[in-house]
Every structure is written in C-alpha cells, then in structure tokens.
C-alpha cells in the first residue's frame, strides 16, 4: 500500500507560480519503486495527465503543451516529488492528483494509489 498527501495548491493570479508536493509513504517498498504521476481535472472536464517521473528520478516526461512551464522532480530521500508551475494561466486552473503505481505511463489505469488532490485556481 502507498499513501499519497499533495500539498502546495492554492489560488494565484495570472502569471504566478505554484510547486506542488506529493509526500508517499506506506510500504517502503512500494513506495521507494513506485512511478509517479501528476494528473489534473479541470472543472467539467474529464482527468489528464501532467507529469510522470519514474522511481529512480531518472526519467520524466511532461504533456507537450506543458513542457515550457512546468517540471517535474523527485526526492527520493524525502519520497516526494514536486510540480513546478511556472507562468500559470486560467486554464491551469483543476484540482491536481498525485498517483503511484508500477509502470511509466500515461494511462491512468496503471496507477492503483492516488492521492485526494489539491485545488490550483489562476484568476485573471
């Protein structure tokens, strides 16, 4: 079993930054060798993802239309990864899930342990 906590989330203005946090704890195991994922639901839209890192750090991906602004990283010392948010826009604006599961990818299918999210908002 892995826990997941975010943190970080908030209300920014246009152009603001944010860094999120993902704290996992639970299985040493699990959690130390789990891949991890930031995803985002927007308000009526369905979740997408954001941002991968695997478990050793080594590797991230960031979603294409993303990659200016944000980035990704892990401690893995702490056992926390991190978003950061850069030049925030309105449509930044959903609630931002961390998840934990076995495999690098994109498909939410593949991540059994998420977090309860916490809210981003960008007002203009």
């Known amino acids: 079993q892995v826990q997941l906590m975010e943190s970080g989330g908030g209300s920014v203005q246009v152009g603001g930054s944010l860094r999120l946090s993902c704290a996992a704890s639970?299985?040493?195991?699990?959690?130390?060798?789990?891949?991890l994922g930031w995803f985002r639901q927007a308000p009526g839209k369905k979740r997408e993802g954001v941002a991968l890192?695997?478990?050793?750090?080594?590797?991230?991906s960031i979603v294409t239309s993303l990659k200016d602004r944000f980035t990704v990283s892990r401690d893995n010392a702490e056992n926390t990864i991190s978003l950061q948010m850069n030049s925030l826009k309105p449509e930044d604006t959903a609630i931002y899930y961390c998840?934990?599961?076995?495999?690098?990818?994109?498909?939410?299918?593949?991540?059994?342990?998420w977090g309860q999210g916490t809210q981003v908002t960008v007002s203009s």
């Open positions: 998840a934990a599961g076995p495999k690098f990818s994109w498909s939410e299918d593949d991540y059994p342990y």
């Open positions: 639970g299985s040493g195991y699990a959690s130390r060798n789990s891949n």
């Open positions: 890192i695997s478990a050793s750090g080594s590797s991230t």
